[in-house]
Structures are given as structure tokens and as C-alpha cells.
């Protein structure tokens, strides 16, 4: 049987720290700012019209999510499946959460807030890459940030070389896909994805 409430949650957990409460914030410290400068990579999680969870990944170099200020992040949409489910998401249900993290490092930062997709030229430009500016952005209006502590990417030996995988270990994406899609070619979506992430990243 399930745990299905608060107090029976409660009884299963000690109580937590006081400083877990005390030290979220509601805005955009130094600390958070150095951090967000540091990384070159967050997930995002959204909320879709159905009810469904989301969580993607976004990723560039370091310092790619801007800092507008003490409440702002403006996050670059780049080229990809075109998909675009945080975006339509975020229409539907602009809460979002964010976890950025920073290679080397094992403390992650959250971030939740609410956000809007914005299309100003003028607000994306200083976010272009080799002169290509990202078709939109994610407006973040920051709620809650606070670093979390590090014993997760302990355990998981994220950052230690010899936890690596063989990439042999694991099917290619193509080869995923040829799998799961009827008349896919393994080797034709390998090659195309090769292209793409030489040429069109940004």
C-alpha cells in the first residue's frame, strides 16, 4: 500500500533542517547569478494541457541562459525536432522548473517560476551564436532558487571518468529508432543526425 498522505509521508521522513526552508530564496542572488554563468546546461520542466509531465534538456555554452535581473532568465530556444513541447507547455501552463547544472561540480541550482515565450528581436540578439539568433526564448520570472546539495551526483559518479559507459554498450540513435519506427533506416537517420549536428546546431 502506498503512502497517500501528508502525515503518513511525515512519519516515514525525519524532519528536515531548518536552513532547507531558510535557504530558498525568491530572487536572484550573486551566488545563483555565478552559478547560472558557470553552466552550460539545464533541464526544463513543464506541465502539458493534458496533464502530462515533461522534462527537456537544454544546453550550450557556459552562461547561454541569461540573467535580465534579480527575478529574470531568458533561456534560447536552439534548433531541434521542432516539436517544441516546453513551448506549448508553457501556453498552456506557464509554471515551469529548472535544474542547471555545472560540469564538475556536484551541488545542482533549482529554479521554478513562470514563463512566456518571447519573439523580440531585440531581446534574443545578445543570445545569437555565430550571428543566428534563437527563434524565441523562455521569459522567466523567477519564484524560487536554491542550491541543492550535492549527494545525488555523488552517488551517481556523474563526473568520474571511470564511470563512463562504452558507447558500444548502448544502440545508436539511429538504431533506436529503426527499432521502434516501422521502415526506418538505422543508417540513414545516423548520417542525417550526423549532418545536423555539424551544420545546424544553431
Known amino acids: 500500500m ?14 528536515p533542517a531548518a536552513r532547507a526552508q531558510q535557504k530558498v530564496l525568491d530572487h536572484i542572488d550573486r551566488h545563483a547569478r555565478e552559478f547560472i554563468a558557470l553552466s552550460p546546461f539545464c533541464v526544463i520542466g513543464s506541465l502539458g494541457a493534458d496533464g502530462r509531465q515533461d522534462v527537456s534538456p537544454r544546453g550550450d555554452p557556459p552562461g547561454f541562459v541569461a540573467v535580465l535581473d534579480e527575478h529574470t532568465l531568458l533561456i534560447p530556444d536552439r534548433p531541434g ?9 508553457v501556453i498552456a501552463h506557464p509554471q515551469v522548473g ?3 547544472i555545472v560540469p564538475g561540480m556536484n551541488e545542482t541550482l533549482r529554479v521554478s517560476g513562470r514563463a512566456e515565450i518571447v519573439t523580440d528581436e531585440a531581446l534574443l540578439a545578445p543570445l545569437s551564436v555565430g550571428h543566428r539568433a534563437p527563434l524565441s526564448g523562455l521569459c522567466v520570472t523567477v519564484e524560487e532558487v536554491f542550491l541543492h546539495c550535492g549527494r545525488s551526483l555523488i552517488r551517481s559518479r556523474l563526473w568520474d571518468p571511470d564511470a563512463q559507459i562504452d558507447r558500444c554498450c548502448y544502440p ?3 538504431q533506436v529508432l529503426a527499432d521502434q519506427i516501422k521502415g526506418a533506416n538505422a543508417a540513414e537517420i545516423d548520417a542525417s543526425e550526423d549532418e545536423a549536428n555539424r551544420e545546424r546546431l544553431y
Open 2 to 15: 502506498g503512502v497517500t498522505s501528508q502525515t503518513e509521508l511525515r512519519q516515514a521522513y525525519r524532519e
Open 81 to 89: 525536432n521542432n516539436q517544441v513541447d516546453s513551448l506549448q507547455n
Open 98 to 100: 529548472l535544474l542547471f
Open 172 to 174: 545508436t540513435y539511429g
